[in-house]
């Protein structure tokens, strides 16, 4: 039987480079909650996700001072005539033009160097490795990073890149969520990640379908009607592609550890790991289900501002619980919901960089 677990998140995306996937904060998120997908065996690595989320973006950063990083962000797919006729190109990276990009060369890489560092155990290197192949898996499964239309340029939709990816999931990120299983070693590496990517084309249409009919509703790209629109017809997808990124750079990730001999951490590596790790954590509130008080913990790694909101599941606030400086330390909230109604809930803490969000439920 497999173990579900759901993961619920809000991801503020922040336009910073052309090619920049699911943005910073998407990026660390599905390197995050990689780690939920591990598998028994893997536990100990399960403390890996705070350096995984924390490296999620030196891929892009790397843009700045490498010239050869950019083309590792995408690949214009329907730019191959072999695509166009057979929906497949070619594996080969010498039949590339690396003019239309090379993300699943990129992607597989990764792996091999990833393989490479858990065998001779360079923990900290295979760390920071891990977190670019986490990128790279994230920005293939956005399908606008595997179409030479990426913003619309074919399609008079300019600007479609960061509304659907950025405006877009900022505003209904807390609806995306993650039911984890663990996962299996793969056989075929190369065959693997082109796979993904052919699965994530069928949505290119859908996007730009979506966004059509949103203007229908309203040709103000920033209005609310817009967007729910925009939401309402990609939801179901955009959710799928990023639990599929997040579980797919685990089995990524558990190849590369298999295929190494599947080396173990060493305890004192372990331990200092996991000190810097456990700082900053939100923890599942409890009782849950609750009538009419819960309790909700959260650990914070140094001083910072912190805020603790509770939303009901249309995304509008209901409550600040807390929004405050804190100190080092762990913490306990009580909530007493008596005046609130039954219902689903969503309880978000932010500071700094990092948001995460939980539900709870309320049974009256």
Known sequence: MKKRFTFVFIIALVSIFTFA????????????FSTVFFPYEMSAFKAWNYSLSSHASDADTRKSTDPSEDIKHYINMDSYSRFLSSGTISQNIADANQYWGILPWATITAVDSLTAEFKRKDWQKAILTASDLGHYVGDGHNPLHITQNYNGRTSSQKGIHSRYEGDMIDKYSYQI????DSVNCIENIPDFVFSYLYENYKYVDSIFLADDYAHTISTDTKSTAYY???WSRTKPFTIKL?????????TLIYTAWTNAGKPQLNTSFTEKLGTVLNGFELYQNYPNPFNPETKIKFSVPTASKVKLKLFDTTGKEIL??????????VYEYTLNASSLPSGIYFYNISTGSYSVTKKMVLLK
């Not at 969520?177 to 984890?180: D, L, N, S």
């Not at 600040?320 to 330390?329: A, N, P, R, V």
Request: positive net charge; charged residues 30%; without cysteine.
């Open 228 to 230: 729910d629109a925009l």
């Open 320 to 329: 600040t619980l807390i929004d405050e400086e804190k100190q080092k330390g």
């Open 177 to 180: 969520t993650f039911t984890a």
């Open 21 to 32: 996937g699911w943005e910073s904060t998407g990026h660390k998120k599905i390197n995050y």
């Open 242 to 250: 990023f639990n599929n990124a997040a579980k797919r750079l685990a």
